[in-house]
């Protein structure tokens, strides 16, 4: 089964708000956490990781937080802008098993002017 | 920044026949990765590449397939013969260390149609 689930496939926020984008994982062994971004190449690009000894990690406009307990991880964009309208894939896996990341269906992020 | 290119961007074959999907890996990396997405669903991994060799694949890594970076060109998978479900976009990424959580660097995808 999908071990990685995003379950909003879309989100509308307006410029200037705050964009937030879940995540749910199955497998309890995964300890890497990673948001990637959908450029309009279609090429995904890392945004942000964060490993599960940390619950929380800030990038600039970008921080993912992580409820290992609950299974869960998000990311909050801050001051949304235009160009954050993409793809957001989120993905997770064990680290030492050949980087071999679970993917989410992604999630269409559209930030309105 | 490093780019991971691929190579076409769509190929349109019939059932029965070979394809080969072409990558460019990042100049320096030296792990191989290709990832598949069918319509609708997510990137699902199909088989990580090190050192001339098949490092793991997964169960959608059928016999009909192969990968091969032959004297540090482009790295390939090959498959031999294409079937209907073979129909997806392939995604061919890189990176210059595994073990941890060594960032991937994915190209464009090649989408694949199989008729």
């Known amino acids: 089964g999908q071990q990685v689930k995003q379950s909003s496939p879309s989100l509308t926020v307006q410029e200037g708000g705050i964009s937030i984008l879940n995540c749910d994982y199955e497998?309890?062994?995964?300890?890497?956490f990673a948001w990637y971004k959908k450029y309009p190449d279609n090429s995904p690009t890392l945004l942000i990781s964060?490993?599960?000894?940390?619950d929380k990690r800030e990038d600039g406009r970008l921080t993912v937080f992580l409820n290992k307990s609950g299974k869960h991880f998000s990311l909050h964009i801050t001051a949304s802008q235009p160009e954050d309208t993409a793809v957001y894939l989120c993905?997770?896996?064990?680290?030492?098993?050949?980087?071999?990341?679970?993917f989410g269906k992604g999630a269409k992020l559209t930030v309105s002017p | 920044g490093p780019k991971v290119l691929q190579i076409p961007s769509h190929q349109i074959i019939d059932m029965g026949q070979m394809v080969t999907l072409n990558c460019d890996p990042v100049?320096?990396?030296?792990?191989f990765y290709w990832y598949k997405q069918i319509l609708g669903q997510q990137m699902e991994f199909l088989v990580n590449?090190?050192?001339?060799?098949?490092?793991?694949k997964s169960k959608l890594f059928k016999d009909q397939f192969s990968v091969e970076r032959p004297d540090g060109s482009y790295f390939t998978l090959k498959i031999q013969p294409t079937a209907l479900e073979d129909s997806a976009v392939y995604f061919c990424?890189?990176?210059?260390?595994?073990?941890?959580?060594?960032?991937?660097?994915f190209g464009h995808g090649t989408k694949l149609s199989v008729l």
């Open positions: 993905g997770s896996m064990q680290q030492g098993t050949g980087s071999k990341l679970s």
């Open positions: 990424a890189s990176s210059l260390d595994q073990g941890g959580s060594e960032r991937l660097f």
């Open positions: 590449f090190y050192n001339g060799k098949v490092m793991e």
């Open positions: 964060v490993r599960s000894n940390v």
């Open positions: 100049s320096n990396h030296l792990y």
């Open positions: 497998n309890d062994m995964f300890d890497y």
